[in-house]
Structures are given as structure tokens and as C-alpha cells.
């Protein structure tokens, strides 16, 4: 998934998703806590290869993924292209009006967009992508 796309939260939590990122993501699909304080959006099979993933792993690891299965939401796209986001994960990623939704390869992230500015600033200088790419050995 690629793009980066600006929307806004309503009153009743509910995030209009791009078309786009709409026809990848399916219409069924699962949104769960990230490690960069914003949401993780997975089709329902990159979600299933996660699970699989994890289900292999032996079960002192598997209890550390516990969070990311817990607070798990799996959300329908309504005919207006917009899912619900429960108050918990809301809440956990600050998503209060404004929201940046971000392609990221597998999954889609979803950020407080003034998070996402700050995050976006220190990503985005010449020399953060050249040490990144480096590191991967690109």
C-alpha cells in the first residue's frame, strides 16, 4: 500500500478510507494497536499471515503479542466507505479530528495528523533516507 491521505474523524468515530487503499485493504478488515503510537490497518489476509505468523511462535511469545490481538477491531467498510473506529483505539493513537492515513507496504497506518507531521519531518530529510537506505543495504 502507498499514498498518504488526509481525512477526518466524525463525531461518532467513524474515518472515511481512500478508495484506494479501499480496494487493497477489502471491504472486511482488521485495525489493531502499532509501536508508533498510531493504528495499523491489515486485510483480513495480511491479518491472517500475522496470525499464522504468530500462532507458530511458542506461547511465551505468543503472550507478548497480546495487545495487538486484544484491542484488535474488525472493521466493515459501511456505503459511504467509512469504518467505525472503537473509542479505545482512538484514544491509544490520539485520533480526535484530523487523520493521516499512510500506505506502509503490507498495511496502512492511521495517525493524528499533527503526529504524523512531526513523524513525516524527521523521516523525510535527505539524509535520514540515505542512512535508511544503507542500513537495509539498498
Known sequence: ??????????????????????????????????????LSAY?????????DK?????????RKMRPLFAF????????QGRILLPQNLREYAGLEKSVTVVGC??????WDSAKWAEQHAIEMTPENIAAVMEELEF
Open 43 to 51: 486485510s483480513a489476509e495480511n491479518w491472517q499471515k500475522f496470525s
Open 54 to 62: 504468530v500462532d507458530a511462535m511458542p506461547f511465551v511469545k505468543q
Open 72 to 79: 484488535a477491531a474488525r472493521c466493515e467498510v459501511d456505503g
Open 105 to 110: 507496504n503490507n498495511h496502512a497506518e492511521l
Open 1 to 38: 500500500m502507498t499514498g498518504e491521505f488526509e481525512h477526518t474523524l466524525d463525531a461518532k468515530g467513524r474515518l472515511a478510507i481512500p478508495s484506494r487503499l479501499r480496494d487493497e485493504l477489502g471491504s472486511v478488515f482488521y485495525v489493531t494497536l502499532s509501536m508508533d503510537r498510531c
